[in-house]
């Protein structure tokens, strides 16, 4: 059974910063695409970022392309995501998923195993 725990959430201010880790228990992590979500009441769950099996390659969502990076440590099982200049529109429950097929990483339906969210509200 893989399970992935989310941390780094948090509260901050506009303009500020937060590093959201995910760390991976279970199959072996370097199997998996790993790609966060972020979700709002009353929304439908959104693809934030992605990166691949060696991490080579990484994806982002054009509402956080340049202010967030995604990265990942095969070794320590762990993916991260470094936001930068948050804004009070990011503000939602974040989630690291993974993908064990070749589907499309931006749809939430193509994600084998997910955490259970971790929080970030941006105050403006």
């Known amino acids: 059974q893989v399970q992935l725990v989310e941390s780094g959430g948090g509260l901050v201010q506009a303009g500020g910063s937060l590093r959201l880790s995910c760390v991976v228990s279970g199959r072996t992590f370097s199997s998996y695409f790993m790609g966060w979500f972020r979700q709002v009441p009353g929304k439908e769950r959104e693809f934030v970022s992605g990166?691949?099996?060696?991490?080579?390659?990484?994806y982002y969502a054009d509402s956080v392309k340049g202010r967030f990076t995604i990265s990942r440590d095969n070794a320590k099982n762990t993916v991260t995501l470094q936001m930068n200049s948050l804004k009070p529109e990011d503000t939602a429950v974040y989630y690291c998923a993974a993908r064990w097929s070749t589907r499309p990483y931006d749809q939430r339906q193509s994600y084998d195993y997910w955490g259970q969210g971790t929080q970030v509200t941006v105050a403006a």
């Open positions: 990166i691949s099996r060696t991490g080579g390659n990484t």
